[in-house]
């Protein structure tokens, strides 16, 4: 930024079409595009620096006020923040003793120019189109001294020289189209944050101006002429779409609580496509959204105190967006288990079970297990019991936000339910199977020849590795798929647990086995299903899946499938686990 002395003895006129020196650039006025502040000329002007070999323009922002007034204020502040990223560069400033300001066309003739001017005073008394951000009702007091227009009245005045925010990139178009809630609250959440910022340097914006904010990443100010160092008194009332109620009777020492109140005020216009009415500043209408209608009625009250911090405010703004952001899950579980018709198995070894926990506002946990016991006497039924009770009770610890962490957690739960079965069961051991859902992420972990499915759109897929001598013979094309159904040695397990204290790494199979990650992301109305292998040994998956199809009623469906498992002889324990996700966005 370059600033140039005050050397000019000539008059300025400033009006369309004129042009002049700031600094190192040539300026040439385009059009005038109003008042957005009370004592601030804003107009539309063309760039050039003067000691460029190539022509290079560029389209800028001249800005034209009182030495005294809200734009030496702007260039305090700007000496505060210096280079922050969000407001928008000030290429050169100036100040000249005798300024004309014209905002009319210079080519109207006299009697044009005079029906013009009576009208732009009669818009100024009333301060509406010209002034958008603080409008009708300042004190006189406030502005009337700075309405030069009259093209034989001159002053000292302070001129800023920017670039021009691209209209199709302003807050102001933005505001118009209509936008999203979580849309809303991010770009009220960024408002706020320039906000905040500007406030621990001690000074405080009372209002905004959409015409001069361009969105983006990040979003800019390009006027910061609405802010006052915190605590200085007004001398006169404001008024206008985002400025607090009490600013309105001036003698009112500016406050973090008037910034709280324009992030507010924008949060509102994003929601109800208008900002709030003056005439409603003790009871504002608000739609009935929850949380949002709370954060509003505080940022809103004519109570200052009673309006949030900005820092908290920025808190609350970006957790409500994450809660809206973050789908909601809900899961329609169905089980059933049997212990079969065979006259060797009158206990029933298989065993499961299902947890939800509100691990977070946004996060809602699901885990299920199945696990298929093995061994003589009731040791089966004990060993399955051990691992399922582990898995349903084990902490989840401080730390549990990552998918490494999780996985970690998952290692640790196999190895402590395989060390207590191998502990407690002599000469037994058990499956273990579980699903771990949080928020859309799945995870598996898993040991033995249980089975994990997702059926998906009518795709049924397996998650899970069978880990048994048959699935390495096929695997190895030593026999195939039918010669399996019926091989001698079809229920000979190569990974249980209970087999060993300790379980190595790799033991335990997570999804990178038959997935890219770690995880995978679940889909809305994907069906999970955990069986033992009396299920899937009688039931085959094609099958399955044409029952989940055809069925929309998930017990059903899982009564269904255990009935056909019985029908066909359900010579072993069979279990099956059915779980569905519905995933619907905030409302």
């Not at 020492?253 to 324009?262: F, G, L």
């Not at 790799?506 to 033992?532: A, F, K, M, V």
Request: proline letters at 4%; a negative charge.
């Amino acid at each position: 930024m370059t600033s140039q002395s005050t050397e000019t003895t000539n008059t300025l006129v400033i009006q369309e079409n004129s042009s002049f020196p700031i600094a190192n650039y040539q300026v040439k006025v385009l059009s005038y595009l109003g008042q957005y502040t009370a004592d601030i000329y804003y107009f539309k002007v063309n760039i050039s620096p003067i000691s460029a070999d190539t022509e290079s323009n560029h389209l800028g922002l001249l800005r034209v006020g009182a030495i005294t007034g809200r734009l030496s204020r702007e260039l305090q502040l700007r000496e505060t923040l210096g280079d922050y990223k969000m407001m928008a560069e000030l290429l050169a400033y100036t100040t000249s003793e005798a300024v004309i300001i014209n905002p009319h066309s210079p080519n109207l003739q006299p009697e044009e120019q005079q029906n013009h001017e009576t009208e732009e005073d009669a818009v100024l008394d009333v301060n509406t189109e010209n002034l958008p951000t603080d409008n009708a009702n300042y004190l006189e007091e406030e502005y009337y001294p700075e309405q030069e227009i009259i093209s034989s009245a001159t002053t000292s005045k302070l001129i800023l020289l920017s670039y021009l925010p691209d209209e199709a990139k302003t807050l102001d178009t933005w505001l118009k189209t209509g936008q999203s809630l979580e849309e809303s609250l991010f770009i009220t959440g960024q408002v706020c944050q320039f906000l905040r910022y500007v406030y621990q340097r001690n000074w405080c914006f009372v209002a905004i101006i959409p015409q001069l904010i361009q969105l983006g990443t990040p979003i800019q100010f390009f006027d910061l002429s609405s802010a006052y160092p915190s605590g200085e008194i007004l001398t006169s009332g404001l008024l206008g779409d985002y400025c607090a109620p009490e600013l309105a009777y001036g003698k009112n020492p500016i406050h973090e609580s008037m910034s709280s109140y324009t992030v507010g005020a924008l949060l509102y216009h994003c929601i109800h496509q208008q900002p709030p009415s003056s005439e409603q500043i003790v009871e504002v209408k608000i739609s009935p959204i929850p949380k949002v209608y709370q954060l509003l009625k505080i940022c809103l009250s004519v109570i200052p105190e009673a309006r949030f911090p900005l820092s908290q405010l920025l808190s609350i703004l970006v957790e409500t967006r994450q809660e809206i952001s973050t789908p909601k899950i809900q899961w329609n579980i169905a089980n059933r288990s049997t212990v079969g018709l065979s006259t060797n198995r009158l206990h029933n070894e298989d065993n499961y079970g299902i947890r939800q926990q509100q691990l977070s506002d946004l996060e809602t946990m699901l885990l299920a297990v199945v696990a298929d016991g093995m061994g003589g006497m009731s040791q089966g039924e004990l060993a399955s019991k051990l691992a399922v009770k582990i898995a349903l009770e084990e902490p989840i610890p401080a730390d549990f936000k990552t998918i490494n962490q999780r996985h970690e957690w998952l290692i640790g739960l196999f190895q402590k339910a395989n060390e207590s079965v191998a502990n407690h069961v002599k000469d037994g051991g058990t499956t273990l199977s579980l699903i771990l859902a949080i928020a859309q992420q799945l995870m598996i972990a898993h040991v033995g020849d249980s089975r994990i499915y997702l059926l998906r759109q009518g795709e049924i897929n397996q998650l899970s590795e069978d880990h048994s001598l048959i699935a390495m013979l096929v695997a190895s094309g030593q026999i195939t798929e039918a010669e399996s159904a019926e091989h001698p040695d079809r229920n000979v397990l190569t990974k249980f647990l209970g087999s060993k204290s300790r379980l190595s790494d790799g033991y335990i199979q997570d999804l990178r086995r038959t997935q890219p990650e770690l995880s995978i992301n679940l889909n809305n109305e994907d069906i999970l299903l955990l069986c033992s292998d009396g299920v899937w040994d009688l039931v085959p998956k094609a099958e399955l899946a044409e029952i989940f199809q055809h069925q929309p009623d998930l017990q059903l469906a899982v009564d269904q499938i255990i009935e056909q498992v019985i029908k066909r002889g359900a010579s072993d324990n069979a279990t099956l686990v059915a779980l569905k996700c519905r995933i619907s966005q905030y409302n």
